[in-house]
């Protein structure tokens, strides 16, 4: 199992429209096969940082579940409801795996 971090850079005056595109990603991002921990947008602190945290079984894993979510009506529209409102100003994303868990995660 890997985790997926995804750090976003927002438009510091369109945190409600993040929240509306993290609550589509938390329909979509099940359904297609990933385990989603959450979305989580600016509260304190930092008005331009957000996240989004998915676990997902490998990278081979990763590749058809993407592959399904751009297929996904709901992830097609999401994503294009970030281009037009220009919520998203940078991405980045890595991938861990869990090495805390009792006897490194076997």
Known sequence: MITCFIRYEIDPFKKEEFATYSRNWGEAIPRCGADLIGYFGPHEGSATTA?????????????????????????????AFARRERIILKEDRIFLRNVSAPAGGK
């Open 51 to 79: 996240y989004g945290v998915y676990n997902i079984e490998s990278l081979a894993a990763y590749e058809a579940y993407r592959a399904r979510l751009a297929a996904d009506p709901l992830g097609r529209e999401n994503y």
